[in-house]
């Protein structure tokens, strides 16, 4: 999606914007490349919501709700790796259940999502790991948050984006 994405930010541009954000994290794979060719700076979701998550006094263990794609292509865990903060990934069986969560999101599926019941047992195993903290690493993924139980602290990055935005355009 590069030359795509390319194109908007060379429309954003044009028109004048002060900022770009990507509220997608598989969409920041392209980030860097996108950035060397679009004058206006481009805000990384991903690095604003690892800083936020330093500064809070969450638990040094999070675990990453993602679409596979973010998964695979290291994104979080390239920026925690920077941080003293341990991101926990799903194994490949609950990651199948993760992925398939925000498809059906995708599709529309958010209260009545089939995959609410497998997903608030994936949490559960990690409440019991002592990790009380998921990090939303999809843009799908916070709209279940009001359906997942358990009581673990919820990240959502679009939010954490959305607050940067407010405050940089004040």
């Not at 194109?7 to 954003?12: N, V």
């Not at 920041?28 to 206006?40: G, P």
């Not at 638990?59 to 990453?64: A, F, G």
């Amino acid at each position: 999606p590069l030359s795509e994405m390319v194109k908007s930010g060379l429309f954003l541009e044009k028109a004048g914007v002060d900022f770009i954000l990507i509220p997608c994290c598989t969409a920041h794979f392209w980030l860097k490349e996108l950035q060397q060719r679009v004058k206006a700076p481009i805000y990384n979701m991903i690095e604003a919501t690892v800083a936020y998550i330093g500064e809070q006094r969450y638990s040094k263990q999070i675990l990453l709700l993602a679409s596979t794609a973010t998964v695979q292509t290291d994104l979080y865990q390239k920026a925690f790796r920077t941080r003293d903060l341990k991101l926990v990934i799903p194994t490949p069986a609950e990651q199948e259940i993760v992925a398939a969560a925000i498809d059906q999101v995708k599709a529309g599926l958010i209260e009545r999502n089939p995959y609410l019941k497998p997903l608030n047992l994936i949490l559960k195993r990690y409440m019991s790991k002592e990790i009380s903290t998921v990090l939303g690493g999809c843009t799908e993924v916070p709209l279940l948050f009001p359906f997942l139980e358990g009581g673990m602290i919820k990240i959502d990055p679009t939010l954490i984006l959305a607050r940067l935005a407010i405050a940089r355009a004040k």
